[in-house]
């Protein structure tokens, strides 16, 4: 009986690996299809994959909201061409997103960096989110510690009659069986 | 009292969320104020003037070789520029007009083809007798990028000491090029930077 009872115990419906698992396995598959969807089989990018990624990035310079590889305005056309020449000469994304900041100033990157001002851009999504999932967290947790319900006022001064009229005897004809209070009297 | 601990508990519980909620709130509008605000629309424009001029050198309409690191100490107008742009053209004769005004003056023009070919513009100029300055036909177009062109015609008045001190983005006169070098010191700039 108490062995069972000790084996029992790891899944008993309050221990917290029955009560984390769930969550610890959702964990756990959130991970592995991240990982999958950004470290799998995925070959290396070829220079035309770098020159279109990066074209994506770069704002065309007369245009409205527009990238250079969706552009074909002449200054366009001489930044493709240019970031392709990078590319083949070994720069990097950084490197070559870097030489057209310092020519044309931040505006010119439609994906902003994440110095800086532009830094708000990634982090205020992220902290927005963690401070809605900790309120949530927060406010569950609460909601699962309190009672379902509580004893109005009205409910205490029941009680309390009741106790009172059990000191004077008149309970005496009470049956202890009876939840009711109902007594003989059925 | 249990009662009132229960209900101040409660009480807590949707204060929290309802700070949660306006924190979030707080964060999104900011979110959505910088996006709005980074400017997807703003003008692009170079940001080389007040740097140093980026050297360059290249083949000349004539065969000879123009750098720019031989006119140190000169003013230099460095002109982008493309025979299918109207505006290109227009400028031409002021050009012509403040090269002949400063024949033997520390000053020199040097024009660069943007986003053109070189047969093109060897056509172009062979029609008006050639040009009295230097015009390299043939840049792959990392001369412009690395002045921050966006559209021609664009020019950049290099001081005598190598810095860049005005742009101009659209045609040059020569009386506003002659204003920009006076505003900067005038022919007494001239050797200072060699």
Redesign the interface.
Same mark, same amino acid.
């Given at each position: 009986m108490s062995s069972g009872r000790t084996n029992s115990s790891a899944f008993s419906s309050g221990s917290p690996l029955r009560r984390l698992g769930p969550w610890l396995l959702l964990g756990v598959v959130i991970v592995a299809t991240l990982s999958l969807a950004v470290f799998g089989t995925r070959d290396a990018p070829t220079t035309q994959d770098r020159v279109s990624s990066i074209s994506r990035t770069v704002?065309c310079? /007369?245009c =409205?909201?527009e990238s250079v590889a969706e552009s074909n305005?002449?200054?366009s056309?001489? %930044?493709r #061409?240019?970031i392709a020449?990078r590319v083949q000469e070994g720069q990097t994304d950084d490197e070559i997103r870097s030489y057209?900041v310092? #020519?044309?100033?931040e505006? %010119?990157l439609?994906t902003?960096s994440a110095s800086g %001002?532009?830094a708000? /851009?990634w982090i205020?999504?992220v902290?927005?989110l963690a /401070?809605?999932l900790?309120?949530?967290a %927060? /406010?569950f947790r #609460?909601?699962s510690t309190?009672?379902a319900e509580?004893? =109005?006022?009205e409910d205490r001064r029941l009680v309390e009659a009741a106790l009172r009229g059990d000191e004077t005897g008149s309970s005496e004809l009470a049956d202890p069986t009876d939840g009711h209070g109902e007594g003989d009297s059925r | 009292m249990t009662s009132s601990r229960e209900t101040g508990a409660r009480r807590g519980g949707s204060n929290l969320a309802r700070n949660a909620a306006i924190v979030v709130g707080i964060f999104l509008v900011g979110f959505i104020a910088l996006l709005a605000t980074r400017g997807a629309n703003t003008p692009i424009s170079s940001r080389i003037v007040g740097q140093a001029a980026p050297n360059f050198s290249g083949e000349t309409l004539d065969g000879s070789r123009f750098d720019l690191a031989m006119h140190r100490g000169e003013w230099v107008i460095v002109n982008f520029f493309a025979t299918w742009c109207t505006e290109c053209r227009l400028e031409d004769p002021q050009i012509s007009q403040f090269v002949a005004s400063h024949e033997g003056e520390p000053v020199k023009v040097v024009s660069v083809a943007f986003s053109d070919d070189a047969e093109s513009i060897r056509t172009y100029f062979a029609g008006r007798q050639g040009a009295s300055w230097p015009v390299i036909p043939s840049d792959t177009g990392r001369i412009a990028l690395d002045y921050g062109i966006t559209k021609v015609p664009e020019s950049y008045v290099v001081a005598p000491s190598g810095l860049v001190v005005a742009g101009f983005f659209g045609g040059v006169t020569a009386s506003g090029l002659d204003e920009v070098i006076n505003e900067n010191g005038g022919m007494a700039m001239a050797g200072s930077g060699s």
């Open positions: 704002k310079p /007369v =409205s909201g305005a002449p200054a056309q001489e %930044i #061409r240019d020449l057209y310092a #020519r044309y100033g505006a %010119i439609l902003p %001002i532009n708000l /851009v205020l999504p902290a927005a /401070v809605a900790a309120g949530l %927060i /406010v #609460r909601w309190e009672p509580t004893a =109005s006022p | -």
